[in-house]
């Protein structure tokens, strides 16, 4: 799929082994919209059902590696109503994540900038994540009236710790690549112009594994690792309820208005 240039949403690259799905919307800082959600579900599907492709890469284009979603017509209230969050959550976001975790080969983050709301749950989900220097990781969910999705909920706790991972939630700070490797977020940090010969011999070295022994050893970890599946469903309903409400409405606007959001009933709120 395309989008409004002309240029593919998700741009496929071939190694030795592996593929590189990059996030391609670099004037957007890779925002999610639909379109490029389902070209990158069909990438990772394509990807899954290759035998000879035994390792993925998932990196953004340009400075950033993902924005999260973007904030245009597909979740602004509109005539008809507050569009259906939870919905676009299920559909695209969380079954995004859901691909990652099942494809049987590794799947390698080379996270380059910011990745943002979805885009950080994005880069999470994979199995081995790389950050280069300047990279940060941010939950910004809160700051226009909605909840963590695509299983911020369920990978934060379980990396970094209950405080950490409520702290970043709730108050949306970046996380310098630095903080995340300490705090485990991540498994490396490396230079920003190492990041993707690093993601790339990583990928040919895993290529040149046992491919079946790798997907049991996923099956494994994601059956140790808790419910997913279930804590998915449940960012998914309340998204669906926060996309609905008064502030989410105001956080998008002040986003547009490019101004600090007074959330109703918050102390210099409406």
Request: glycine share 12%.
């Amino acid at each position: 799929m395309q989008d409004a240039t002309g240029e593919a949403a998700i741009r496929v690259e071939y190694g030795a082994g592996f593929r590189r799905l990059i996030l391609n919307r670099p004037d957007k800082l890779n925002a999610l919209n639909r379109p490029m959600l389902a070209a990158l579900i069909a990438a990772l599907d394509e990807a899954g059902a290759d035998p000879a492709c035994r390792a993925v890469i998932l990196t953004g284009a340009g400075r950033g590696f993902c924005a999260g979603q973007e904030l245009g017509p597909e979740v602004m209230p509109g005539a008809a109503g507050p569009a259906d969050l939870g919905q676009l959550a299920d559909r695209h976001h969380h079954a995004v994540v859901r691909r990652i975790r099942a494809l049987p080969k590794p799947v390698i983050a080379a996270v380059n900038g910011v990745a943002a709301g979805a885009g950080a749950s994005f880069a999470l989900a994979c199995d081995i994540v790389l950050a280069g220097h300047s990279a940060r990781f941010v939950q910004a969910f809160a700051r226009i009236g909605l909840v963590p999705d695509s299983g911020a909920s369920f990978f934060l706790p379980r990396l970094i710790g209950d405080a950490r991972a409520r702290a970043a939630i709730l108050l949306g700070e970046p996380v310098g690549a630095a903080d995340a490797l300490a705090w485990g977020m991540i498994w490396k940090m490396v230079e920003d112009d190492a990041l993707h010969a690093e993601a790339e011999a990583l990928a040919v070295r895993l290529a040149g594994q046992a491919g079946a022994a790798l997907a049991a050893s996923k099956r494994l970890l994601n059956q140790a690792s808790g419910d997913l599946d279930g804590q998915l469903d449940r960012e998914r309903d309340a998204q669906r309820l926060a996309g609905q409400g008064a502030e989410f409405a105001e956080g998008v606007r002040a986003f547009t208005e490019r101004r600090p959001p007074r959330f109703p009933g918050s102390i210099g709120g409406d």
